[in-house]
């Protein structure tokens, strides 16, 4: 198992903690991070698998953070081949969320309103609110 993360008395408690952390948008979180460090490095190919699992079901690269896109890169080039396949999988899955098709295009639009609107306008909300 992870090295020093805690005990995982079945792999299913890994998915759920790593799943809740991504619900939590709790990613990139010092634990996290060592936590996943650790997982995805794991000499046990049964704590990688079930991290790269967990991983999959990220709604976006958004909700992973980084140290979850860091480890499904570190997955993806794990040297048994069902894990790469998997965690590969992923990442392609997430970047086809930023792919434009023929046709479709991005509009981004500005805030018109000056500075002094904007603070005047979160003013207000905060007298409105206090």
Excluded at 39 to 52: F, G, I, K, M, W
Aim: charged residues 20%.
């Amino acid at each position: 198992m992870c090295s020093y993360s805690p005990v995982f008395s079945c792999l299913e408690q890994l998915e759920l903690l790593v799943t809740t952390l991504i619900d939590l948008d709790a990613m990139d979180g010092k634990s996290s991070v060592s936590l996943l460090a650790e997982c995805s490095n794991s000499p046990d190919v049964n704590t990688r698998q079930a991290l790269a699992n967990a991983l999959a079901a990220a709604p976006s690269m958004w909700a992973l953070g980084n140290a979850g896109m860091g480890a499904l890169q570190r997955l993806a080039e794990d040297k048994n081949p069902a894990i790469a396949a998997a965690a590969s999988k992923t990442i392609h899955e997430l970047k086809k969320q930023w792919e434009i098709q023929e046709g479709d295009s991005w509009r981004f639009m500005m805030n018109q309103k000056t500075v002094e609107e904007v603070d005047s306008q979160e003013d207000n909300n905060d007298a409105e609110s206090g």
